[in-house]
């Protein structure tokens, strides 16, 4: 699929600035960075990571849909008061790829459990949800089953959902201190081309938190790019245990926080730094293919495939 011609929206990157000027935000500025020459080192590493999970993990790619049933509406939750770019970038995406493809699909985000389910009283059969959403007070795994139980199509169901699958592991390690004043945070996607680095950055660990680029001398303290490495792949493996017993996998977003050699972070929640700790090219590409395998997924659902 051919890259659409959309900027970023320096609108959506105001979180906690008072400024007339959009374009000298804070999170906008951030967002810049990655798209930069800051980021050279970060953008390349990422991706011969992504080729270690291809050869590691070739037996999860989530199966593709022959047939192309297309819902009728497309609902983003969110979270509550969210002031950050990801539900309204990747709208803005999808509604700009949908227009070029002709496609019809009524899109929204919604902030609220009271919006969510004003949403669905009318429609559900013909609705594909996409949940980004850390909070309870919007969404959580039982509103996810009966929403279900209705034949809203969900991704990624109650994996990810306040109460579901994620609060209940027990791996993952208590948040130990960093010596090196940083943590490093990576986001993966799981869809029909298997399991994604989508990004990798660091996090400073003073307030206020800042989202910066990879470099060699922030990996020396773990082993180098090895080390990263063996991170990654062993959180790929911890990441693929959530959905290994499901007959009908369905994609997801995740974000996972390394800090001493440890996982100390794993949540669904991805709105922190998923679209600003990107370059703006891979965030594209990364949202249409997660349009699509949510598309896929919609189509594996039993009655909607004609």
Same mark, same amino acid.
């Not at 850390?134 to 990624?156: Q, R, T």
């Not at 680095?197 to 400073?204: F, I, K, M, N, V």
């Given at each position: 699929?051919?890259?659409?011609?959309?900027?970023?929206?320096?609108?959506?990157?105001?979180?906690?600035?008072?400024?007339?000027?959009?374009?000298?935000?804070?999170?906008?500025?951030?967002?810049?960075?990655?798209?930069?020459?800051?980021?050279? /080192?970060?953008?390349? +590493?990422?991706?011969?990571?992504?080729?270690?999970?291809?050869?590691?993990?070739?037996?999860?790619?989530?199966?593709?849909?022959?047939?192309?049933?297309?819902?009728?509406?497309?609902?983003?939750?969110?979270?509550?008061?969210?002031?950050?770019?990801?539900?309204?970038?990747?709208?803005?995406?999808?509604?700009?790829?949908?227009?070029?493809?002709?496609?019809?699909?009524?899109?929204?985000?919604?902030?609220?459990?009271?919006?969510?389910?004003?949403?669905?009283?009318?429609?559900? #059969?013909?609705?594909?949800?996409?949940?980004?959403?850390? @909070?309870? #007070?919007?969404?959580?795994?039982?509103?996810?089953? +009966? +929403?279900?139980?209705?034949?809203?199509?969900?991704?990624?169901?109650?994996?990810?959902?306040?109460?579901?699958?994620?609060?209940? =592991?027990? /791996?993952?390690?208590?948040?130990?201190?960093?010596?090196?004043?940083?943590?490093?945070?990576?986001?993966?996607? =799981?869809?029909?081309?298997?399991?994604?680095?989508?990004?990798? /950055?660091?996090?400073?660990?003073?307030?206020?938190?800042?989202?910066?680029?990879?470099?060699?001398?922030?990996?020396?303290?773990?082993?180098?790019?090895?080390? +990263?490495?063996?991170?990654?792949?062993?959180?790929?493996?911890?990441?693929?245990?959530?959905? #290994?017993? @499901?007959?009908?996998?369905?994609?997801?977003?995740?974000?996972?926080?390394?800090?001493?050699?440890?996982?100390?972070?794993?949540?669904?929640?991805?709105?922190?730094?998923?679209?600003? @700790?990107?370059?703006?090219?891979?965030?594209?590409?990364?949202?249409?293919?997660?349009?699509?395998?949510?598309?896929?997924?919609?189509?594996?659902?039993?009655?909607?495939?004609?």
């Amino acid at each position: 699929m051919a890259l659409i011609d959309i900027a970023r929206e320096p609108v959506y990157y105001t979180a906690d600035f008072s400024g007339m000027d959009v374009e000298q935000a804070p999170h906008y500025l951030q967002a810049l960075a990655f798209d930069g020459e800051d980021n050279t /080192y970060g953008a390349r +590493l990422i991706s011969r990571l992504n080729n270690e999970l291809v050869q590691a993990y070739p037996q999860y790619n989530l199966p593709p849909t022959a047939t192309e049933q297309f819902p009728q509406r497309i609902i983003i939750i969110n979270t509550v008061n969210d002031e950050l770019p990801l539900a309204y970038e990747t709208r803005r995406i999808w509604e700009a790829q949908l227009h070029k493809d002709g496609k019809s699909c009524f899109t929204r985000i919604v902030n609220s459990r009271k919006t969510l389910l004003k949403e669905l009283q009318t429609e559900t #059969e013909h609705t594909l949800v996409f949940s980004q959403c850390g @909070s309870a #007070e919007v969404y959580d795994a039982g509103l996810c089953h +009966l +929403l279900m139980e209705s034949k809203v199509v969900i991704i990624p169901g109650s994996i990810s959902a306040p109460g579901g699958t994620l609060d209940k =592991l027990s /791996y993952i390690e208590p948040p130990p201190a960093c010596t090196n004043n940083f943590s490093i945070m990576a986001h993966y996607r =799981l869809g029909t081309k298997g399991i994604v680095l989508e990004t990798a /950055y660091a996090q400073t660990l003073q307030k206020p938190e800042k989202l910066l680029p990879l470099t060699s001398s922030m990996l020396e303290a773990i082993g180098g790019e090895a080390g +990263l490495q063996n991170m990654i792949l062993k959180a790929a493996t911890e990441l693929m245990k959530l959905t #290994e017993h @499901s007959g009908n996998r369905p994609p997801w977003r995740f974000q996972v926080g390394f800090a001493n050699n440890s996982i100390v972070e794993l949540q669904g929640d991805a709105a922190r730094g998923l679209c600003s @700790s990107t370059r703006w090219s891979d965030f594209i590409a990364h949202s249409l293919a997660w349009l699509e395998d949510g598309i896929a997924y919609y189509n594996r659902q039993p009655g909607i495939s004609a």
